[in-house]
C-alpha cells in the first residue's frame, strides 16, 4: 500500500506525517518504502481495534523518533475520535497491543458465543440467551470502564462463597482452564504479530 502510495505521490509527500494502522510494517520498513519513492516522512503507528466503528475503540499508539510532537498530537486526535488512545513507549508493544486490543474483541465475541448456546442448551429461548449474554458482557463492560476498582476486585465483589458464581469460576479458574489458557492465546497472538512485522 505505502508503495503505492509513494510512487503515486513521491515528493510530495514531504512534510507530512504517515499514521499507519498495518500490522506487518514496521516504521523503518514504511520509511524506507517512502524514500525509495522520493518522501522523507516520519511514520506514526497504530493499532485500532473494531469497537472503533461504534465509537469505543481503544488504540495503541507508537512515534517514531521521526515523528514530531505535533504530528504526534494530530495523530492522537484522529484516533481519539473513535475511543480512548494509549500512546507507547517501544514499537515492538504494538505486538501485545495487538493480541490484547487489536484482537481482544473476538476473546470477548467468543464468550457472548458460548454463553448464549449455553443458555439455549438449559432451554432458554434464543433470543432471550442472547438479550442475557450480550447485556451481561455489555453491563461488565460499563463497571470495568466506570468504577475505580480493579477487574480482580470486582470478581470478588460478584462471587458469594459457595454461590452459583463460585460454582462456575471453579470450572473456569482451575489451572488447566483460563488461568493457563488465556496467556497462551495472548503469546500466540503476539508471536503472529511479530512474525507479521518481521
Not at 7 to 22: E, F, H, T, W
Not at 103 to 130: C, D, I, T, W
Not at 159 to 184: C, F, H, Q, R, Y
Request: proline share 7%; with cysteine.
Amino acid at each position: 500500500m505505502i508503495d503505492a502510495l509513494g510512487k503515486a505521490l513521491g515528493p510530495r509527500l514531504n512534510g507530512a506525517a504517515l499514521l499507519s494502522v498495518m500490522a506487518g510494517r514496521t516504521c523503518e520498513a514504511l520509511s524506507e518504502a517512502a524514500r525509495l519513492a522520493g518522501a522523507e516522512i516520519p511514520v506514526l503507528r497504530a493499532m485500532p481495534n473494531t469497537p472503533s466503528s461504534v465509537g469505543a475503540g481503544i488504540s495503541g499508539l507508537y512515534a517514531s523518533a521521526a515523528a514530531t510532537p505535533e504530528q504526534t498530537s494530530i495523530c492522537h486526535d484522529l484516533l481519539f475520535a473513535v475511543g480512548d488512545v494509549v500512546p507507547v513507549e517501544n514499537e515492538n508493544d504494538l505486538s501485545v497491543v495487538t493480541a490484547i486490543s487489536g484482537s481482544g474483541p473476538a476473546y470477548v465475541f467468543l464468550l457472548a458465543e458460548l454463553l448464549e448456546k449455553a443458555g439455549q442448551q438449559h432451554g432458554l429461548a434464543p433470543n432471550v440467551a442472547r438479550r442475557l449474554a450480550r447485556g451481561t458482557i455489555y453491563g461488565a463492560g460499563r463497571m470495568l470502564d466506570d468504577l475505580p476498582e480493579s477487574a480482580e476486585d470486582l470478581r470478588k465483589a460478584v462471587t458469594s462463597p459457595n454461590g452459583t458464581t463460585a460454582a462456575a469460576l471453579a470450572i473456569l479458574m482451575k489451572p488447566d482452564a483460563w488461568p493457563e489458557t488465556v496467556p497462551k492465546a495472548i503469546d500466540a497472538a503476539t508471536k503472529r504479530a511479530d512474525e507479521l512485522a518481521g
